[in-house]
């Protein structure tokens, strides 16, 4: 079964910026539509971004709206997720998922249980 797995989390100051990657193996992400995720223990899962399989439909979360930018190169099989202008609320464990093809008819991007396949996650710390 495919996997993925996310890199380059790590610290960062305040206005700092990370670029985590999301690389898959065992699977095409040519079909995958891929969603970041992140959570900050005993809080609520939240919807970072997203990105189609062609890469030509792209959401993100009003909190990150203008600072992070989501992009992927199916060639390597990899996601991006550039994360700009860091601040202290983004620090959270960071989590890519896909889905093939992409959610449900009528289904919500931001609904975790429409992802498969997710990765063990990286953790991002914003912190002067």
């Known amino acids: 079964q495919g996997q993925l797995a996310e890199s380059g989390g790590g610290l960062a100051q305040p206005g700092g910026s990370l670029t985590l990657s999301c690389v898959a193996s065992?699977?095409?992400?040519?079909?995958?539509?891929i969603a970041w995720f992140r959570q900050v223990p005993g809080k609520e899962r939240e919807a970072v971004s997203s990105i189609s399989w062609s890469g030509g439909s792209k959401f993100y979360a009003d909190s990150v709206k203008g600072r992070f930018t989501v992009s992927r190169d199916n060639a390597k099989n990899t996601v991006y997720l550039q994360m700009n202008s860091l601040k202290p609320e983004d620090s959270a464990e960071y989590f890519c998922?896909?889905?093939?093809?992409?959610?449900?008819?009528?289904?919500?991007?931001?609904?975790?249980?429409?992802?498969?396949?997710w990765g063990q996650g990286t953790q991002v710390t914003v912190s002067s």
């Open positions: 065992d699977l095409n992400l040519n079909y995958y539509y």
């Open positions: 998922a896909g889905v093939m093809g992409g959610p449900s008819y009528g289904g919500d991007w931001r609904n975790g249980a429409e992802y498969h396949t």
